[in-house]
Structure formats: structure tokens, C-alpha cells
């Protein structure tokens, strides 16, 4: 148990355009989700916490007009790169915290490049 | 914020050999755990090591936590090539926000050659 799906797990894109990805918890509850971020050959860097029904809370340095978070379910987040630009390009992964545990389970990541 | 720094960055091994990697970290933790990441992929959890525990093994991994010291290793044993991937520890921590998250150190790059 204790999956969490990305969609979509690539996508390209042109400079400008926004691009939705999801995260979804499939076997459980998941009352705050996180979004990290990852540069090629980096570590992974926070980017925001969201609370199911709650404004996210984004990390110092991350621009929240332009990476939005919504966290409309116990199961679901999505993360919007709004007017992309190559900058934007890096890999996304996105974290679920089981109801009551400390325990994170990470999706698959998504990796985004704009050109 | 990054919680930890590891060593060494890239490690270059032979097949069969032991690998060793280290990781020091800032604040007080619950637990320590180790995370493995193929190239371009997601991560995969490999351990978690509390903090009353010294030692813990898992197949080819032995992992040691010195809290005294902040630090834990990470042995891999008899190395294979298909072990070639990053290596992350990861603590939970309070952010600047006063959020509570899974913080990671910067990584070890490890090279297995068959």
C-alpha cells in the first residue's frame, strides 16, 4: 500500500504556457502533501507544504503567483507552473503524509521542460 | 533549507566492493532515513533508523546513526552494478514556515563498474 501517482511524468512545453500536475495518494488519506523540486544532479529542495483545504505554504525563494498549489482532497494536490520558462525546467516530485504519521511516500516525479 | 550534507558527492567503485556513505545533519531528529534514486526516477525508500537505534541492517545495507555527533552512514555490501544511483539521507525537520517536512542531504553519486 501507501502509493502516490504523479501525472504526467514528462511533459514538454513552449515558454509561457502553463502546466498542471497532479498527485494522488491511491490507497490513502493524505492530510498534507508537499511539492519538491530537483535539479539535475541536486538534491531535492521543498518547495511548499498544502494542507487539504488550506492555502499551501511555499518555502523562502518560491514565487507562489507562479507555482500554484491546490489541495482540494484528502487525495488529491495539484501543482500549476504558470508562464513557464526554460528557468522552470526540472524534475517535480511530489510527497503524500499518511493521516496521523510522519511517514512521507513520494510519487515518481515529473519532469518538466519548457523550451 | 537543506538539513544535511553528505560525503563524498561521487563515489566510484568496483563490483563487489563495499560502499560507504556518510551523512551529518543540523537539528535534532526522531529518525534518519535513507532514500536511493536512479537517474532521472523517483525515490525509493531503502531504511529508516531511529534515533535510539544505533545500527540497523537491511539486506546489504548497514546503517549507523551517531546522534552525539549527527551523523549516520549508509554501507552498501558486495556492491553490484545495478546499486549505481544517488543516495540521499533525509530527516524530518520544522521549516522556516513552521511546517514540518522531510528535509534531504545533498547526495552521494554512486558508480558501481562491473
Known amino acids: 500500500g501507501a502509493v502516490v501517482s504523479q501525472h504526467p511524468s514528462r511533459v514538454i512545453c513552449k515558454s509561457g504556457t502553463s502546466v498542471k500536475i497532479e498527485c494522488r495518494s491511491l490507497d490513502f488519506q493524505a492530510t498534507t502533501m508537499f511539492w519538491y523540486r530537483q535539479f539535475p544532479k541536486k538534491s531535492l529542495m521543498l518547495m511548499a507544504t498544502?494542507?487539504?483545504?488550506?492555502?499551501?505554504?511555499?518555502e523562502q525563494g518560491v514565487e507562489k503567483d507562479k507555482f500554484l498549489i491546490n489541495h482540494a482532497s484528502l487525495t488529491l494536490s495539484t501543482l500549476t507552473v504558470t508562464s513557464a520558462h526554460p528557468e522552470d525546467s526540472s524534475f517535480y516530485i511530489c510527497?503524500?503524509?499518511?493521516?496521523?504519521?510522519?511517514?512521507?511516500?513520494f510519487g515518481p516525479g515529473t519532469r518538466l521542460t519548457v523550451l | 533549507s537543506q538539513q544535511g550534507e553528505e560525503d563524498p558527492q561521487a563515489l566510484s567503485i568496483q563490483e563487489g566492493e563495499n560502499a560507504t556513505m556518510n551523512c551529518s545533519y543540523k537539528t535534532s531528529i526522531n529518525n534518519l532515513q535513507w532514500y536511493r534514486q536512479n537517474s532521472g526516477r523517483g525515490l525509493v525508500h531503502l531504511i529508516l533508523i531511529r534515533s535510539n537505534e544505533r545500527e540497523k541492517h537491511s539486506g546489504r545495507l548497514r546503517v549507523t546513526l551517531d546522534t552525539s555527533k549527527k551523523s549516520s552512514s549508509l554501507l552498501i555490501t558486495a556492491s553490484r552494478a545495478a546499486d549505481t544511483a544517488s543516495y540521499f539521507c533525509a530527516t524530518v525537520i520544522i521549516m522556516d514556515t513552521g511546517r514540518r517536512a522531510l528535509t534531504f542531504g545533498s547526495g552521494t553519486r554512486l558508480q558501481v563498474q562491473p
Open positions: 498544502s494542507n487539504e483545504g488550506s492555502k499551501a505554504t511555499y
Open positions: 510527497s503524500a503524509r499518511r493521516v496521523r504519521t510522519d511517514t512521507q511516500y
